[in-house]
């Protein structure tokens, strides 16, 4: 007998032929995913025309994207709509900064950036742009050392004025150093100091102002009697000529007395700007520059001018301080000039505004060596005037006619046997840095 029909046999068939249909879609389906993933891949074509398996297998070789947009377990978060719909996924600002910072490798260095894909894209715009500027700009990657920039008008008129500040600090007793009682005394001394030291001035003044202690007696002195009595200042008889020729002009103009005016000081034989404002600054309290050899070479040595000129150095420097602090500026770099920062051997290595000096290495560097190089009280040694203000920290120069061991009591003293009088040479072998006569 044969066998009866289930009544439910072609509801089975025809699920049986829905399920074959949509095994056949799902398929299908398959292919086409696998094929647009794979399709940057080498085997895009094959890949295309591959069955289910071969498709299953391009998708596992994907990697983790092409699996994202396959079907996949319930619940497991890994559907197309959870990952296709939205487009690929935004770079974390991590990746962002790691391929910006391959980038400027790739520049600085010429290795190319890692992965395949960084490879291919090649440097952005931004590498390029650093590569660029590495190669133009010395001192980064690629140049050949940062050029130095010039300093400009504000940064200079900042740096000179820290230098008078620190100066103030290492110079606290800086004082003209030229004995005097008063005005006319100051005068005088002044003038003698011309192409000298101070000290030679100094160990001469008593003599000659206690036999011509006024403008009067000075001018009805013998000339040949003034000569011999500073004769060890040198130039004495063009140095006597100026000084009967002033005291007679303070006798017969000014009523014995030294005027206190810029333009009457300078109307005086022998008397130019820069004695008048010696004059003027230690004697009368008015501001003045005094532009000698010292302060002309430090300033320039310091880049605050280019002057030669004194008197366009003395315009330039009023420019950079107020005129309260002109004095006691000059007093200050005249007493570095000499103490340290000398004409042919600076001692650099102990400059206290070695930091602040652009020329720093045109003299002696080394610490030690460049100790003994110092002047004066810096260097252990007698000062230039026999009556130093009360707060000089030095020991007072010794009197004309001392003994050799009195006058070279430590290393750079002024006067003594090494500078003989009237040789008109500084202790430094350069002429006396003071003030000139005109």
């Known amino acids: 007998?044969?066998?009866?029909?289930?009544?439910?046999?072609?509801?089975?068939?025809?699920?049986?032929?829905?399920?074959?249909?949509?095994?056949?879609?799902?398929?299908?389906?398959?292919?086409?995913?696998?094929?647009?993933?794979?399709?940057?891949g080498p085997s895009a074509t094959s890949a295309s025309r591959s069955g289910s398996a071969q498709s299953g297998r391009g998708a596992d070789a994907s990697g983790p994207a092409a699996s994202a947009a396959l079907p996949g377990p319930s619940?497991?978060?890994?559907?197309?709509?959870?990952?296709?719909?939205?487009?690929?996924?935004?770079?974390?600002?991590?990746?962002?900064?790691?391929?910006?910072?391959?980038d400027v490798s790739t520049a600085a260095?010429?290795?190319?950036?890692?992965?395949?894909?960084?490879?291919?894209?090649?440097?952005?715009?931004?590498?390029?742009?650093?590569?660029?500027?590495?190669?133009?700009?010395?001192?980064?990657?690629?140049?050949?050392?940062?050029?130095?920039k010039p300093e400009t008008r504000l940064a200079m008129v900042r740096r000179a004025r820290r230098i008078n500040r620190e100066l103030a600090e290492v110079y606290p007793y800086a004082h003209p150093e030229l004995d005097f009682r008063n005005p006319f005394e100051l005068l005088v001394a002044t003038v003698l100091s011309a192409q000298t030291t101070d000290l030679r001035v100094n160990q001469t003044t008593p003599a000659l102002f206690?036999?011509?202690?006024?403008?009067?007696?000075?001018?009805?002195?013998?000339?040949?009697?003034?000569?011999?009595?500073?004769?060890?200042?040198?130039f004495?008889?063009?140095?006597?000529?100026?000084?009967?020729?002033?005291?007679?002009?303070?006798?017969?103009?000014?009523?014995?007395?030294?005027?206190?005016?810029?333009?009457d000081l300078v109307s005086?034989?022998?008397?130019?700007?820069?004695?008048?404002?010696?004059?003027?600054?230690?004697?009368?309290?008015?501001?003045?520059?005094?532009?000698?050899?010292?302060f002309g070479r430090l300033v320039?040595?310091?880049?605050?001018?280019?002057?030669?000129?004194?008197?366009?150095?003395?315009?330039?420097i009023a420019a950079i301080f107020p005129k309260s602090e002109w004095t006691m500026l000059s007093h200050r770099v005249i007493f570095h000039g000499r103490r340290i920062c000398h004409s042919r051997k600076p001692a650099c290595g102990a400059c206290p505004i070695a930091h602040l000096c652009p020329s720093y290495g045109e003299g002696e560097t080394d610490p030690e060596k460049a100790r003994k190089l110092l002047k004066y009280e810096m260097g252990g040694a007698p000062g230039q005037r026999l009556n130093p203000p009360a707060d000089y920290p030095g020991r007072p120069a010794p009197p004309l006619g001392a003994s050799p061991a009195a006058a070279s009591d430590g290393p750079g003293v002024p006067g003594g046997p090494e500078n003989p009088a009237g040789t008109g040479r500084g202790p430094d072998g350069e002429p006396s840095p003071t003030r000139d006569a005109g």
């Open 1 to 40: 007998m044969g066998e009866q029909q289930s009544p439910n046999a072609p509801k089975a068939a025809k699920k049986n032929k829905s399920e074959r249909e949509g095994a056949r879609s799902g398929a299908v389906g398959a292919r086409s995913g696998s094929g647009s993933l794979r399709r940057s």
């Open 75 to 102: 619940g497991s978060g890994d559907s197309p709509s959870a990952s296709g719909s939205r487009g690929p996924a935004r770079p974390s600002r991590t990746s962002r900064t790691s391929r910006s910072a391959s």
């Open 109 to 148: 260095t010429g290795a190319p950036a890692s992965g395949e894909a960084e490879a291919r894209r090649g440097p952005g715009p931004r590498a390029a742009r650093s590569a660029a500027s590495a190669s133009n700009t010395p001192g980064r990657a690629g140049g050949a050392g940062r050029p130095q």
């Open 210 to 234: 206690a036999a011509y202690p006024t403008p009067e007696d000075m001018a009805a002195a013998s000339p040949e009697e003034l000569e011999a009595i500073i004769r060890p200042t040198g």
């Open 236 to 263: 004495f008889r063009a140095k006597a000529k100026s000084l009967l020729g002033l005291s007679t002009a303070l006798r017969d103009r000014f009523g014995s007395e030294v005027p206190g005016r810029l333009q």
């Open 268 to 294: 005086l034989p022998g008397v130019g700007r820069k004695t008048a404002f010696v004059v003027l600054g230690n004697a009368f309290g008015v501001p003045g520059i005094t532009v000698d050899t010292h």
């Open 300 to 316: 320039r040595r310091w880049k605050w001018t280019e002057q030669e000129d004194p008197e366009k150095v003395e315009a330039e």
